[in-house]
């Protein structure tokens, strides 16, 4: 149904946000200004500068974690601002 609606893509993306949060955690997720993917990308936009720093080292582990709750690959790419 989805699919057919054209909406399915709009539904990943707000899947990817929800699977994000529960990855990195509460504390984390509190401090993450906004979330949204470009094309395969999401892109987080975070108020501290500590926490940036620590979600860049941990890109690769953070893809795999979202992707692994979605049951399928959707995210490639990282980016933290």
């Keep these: 149904m ?3 609606s054209g909406m399915e893509k709009k539904f990943n ?9 529960e ?3 509460e504390v984390i997720a509190k401090k993450t ?3 949204f993917m ?3 990308t999401l892109v987080v936009k975070m108020d501290s500068g500590v926490m940036k720093q620590e979600l860049s080292f941990q890109k ?7 992707n692994d709750r ?4 959707f995210v490639e790419q990282l980016e933290v601002w």
């Design 2 to 4: 989805l699919k057919n």
């Design 13 to 21: 993306e707000l899947e990817v946000a929800r699977c994000y949060n």
């Design 23 to 25: 990855v990195v955690g």
């Design 33 to 35: 200004r906004s979330i």
């Design 38 to 40: 470009r094309e395969k």
């Design 60 to 66: 690769t582990k953070i893809i795999g974690l979202v």
């Design 70 to 73: 979605l049951g399928f690959p």
